[in-house]
């Protein structure tokens, strides 16, 4: 591994410990552990995002940019996504 691919590893790895307590190894293993997909979606996109709860700090799994942002945009609500859901199959032009 050349000078710039270690430093790029490990300016990662510092920034997953700082923001969720994780360290690179664990992030790969969860992307190994879902394949490189979106836990919500199951896509396989170019990066996959540390989805965390805001209150705890925990670290849940990993998400796409539009699964990780919806689930910031609810607030994390259960009872927002329950609605939301309810919303949707009322109107669902797909089998559930």
């Known amino acids: 591994m050349d000078y710039k691919e270690q ?19 664990t992030y790969e293993s969860m992307l190994e552990d879902q394949k490189e997909c979106c836990y919500i979606c199951g896509k396989e996109p170019d990066r996959l995002y540390v989805d965390h709860c805001h ?31 309810k919303h949707l199959m009322e109107y669902a032009h797909e089998e559930v």
């Open 55 to 85: 209150d705890t700090g925990s670290v849940r799994k990993l998400l796409c940019i539009k699964c990780n942002t919806g689930l910031g945009l609810f607030n994390d609500s259960i009872k927002a996504m329950k609605k939301a859901m």
């Open 7 to 25: 430093f790029k590893r490990n300016k990662k790895d510092y920034d997953l410990r700082r923001t969720y307590g994780i360290c690179l190894d």
